[in-house]
């Protein structure tokens, strides 16, 4: 799915929504006539559009919670495995797959909130994060998968995961 994101159609829809929403253009005769984007555009307002606090946030939460994992000696789980909907970590044998959903990215109710920039795209953007998680969610689930998302902010404070964790493992 997220590979979807990343394809050059994909890229070039998300870039003439910034181009056409964020310039407040409402045609696209600024397009070339192969109706590409000039690079120069793309990049600028990729740039600016992108929130600049919230990085990707997902390195640095993955990075916490294996390391909470770690600490409380919980073993046996990998990152990064090639299944379906990417889980940031897999309990392979317990069939326990983990996202860490970044706040802002994923649209946690506490935190997430829209940029005043380009609200259009943004409203879109994350919308579709959120579709896609539930999609990934319900697909591995009848895939036989129990699936636990971690909010960025629980891992700040990481009993509740910690024991969600603890109970899949031992259930
Ligand atoms: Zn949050």
Do not use: Y
């Not at 990707?56 to 294996?66: M, P, S, W, Y």
């Not at 073993?75 to 044998?93: A, N």
């Not at 380009?118 to 959120?130: C, D, E, S, Y």
């Not at 009848?142 to 699936?147: A, E, P, Q």
Request: glycine share 6%; charged share 25%; hydrophobic share 40%.
């Amino acid at each position: 799915m997220t590979r979807r994101l990343h394809s050059p159609g994909r890229l070039l829809q998300f870039a003439n929504e910034i181009f056409v929403h964020g310039l407040g253009w409402t045609d696209s005769k600024q397009l070339d006539s192969s109706g590409v984007l000039p690079d120069v555009f793309i990049v600028q307002k990729r740039s600016e559009v992108m929130p600049r606090i919230r990085g990707c946030g997902n390195k640095d939460t993955e990075v916490a919670l294996a390391n909470l994992l770690r600490a409380n000696r919980l073993f046996g789980w990998r990152r990064h495995p090639p299944i379906f909907g990417k889980p940031d970590f897999v309990f392979r044998k317990q069939r326990i797959a983990i996202f860490v959903d970044g706040c802002f990215w994923h649209c946690c109710p506490k935190h997430s909130n829209l940029p005043a920039n380009n609200r259009v795209f943004w409203q879109k953007k994350l919308a579709a994060n959120v579709a896609r998680d539930r999609r990934v969610n319900r697909e591995l689930r009848t895939l036989g998968w129990r699936v636990i998302r971690i909010w960025e902010h629980d891992l700040k404070k990481p009993a509740r995961a910690l024991a969600r964790i603890r109970k899949a493992l031992s259930s």
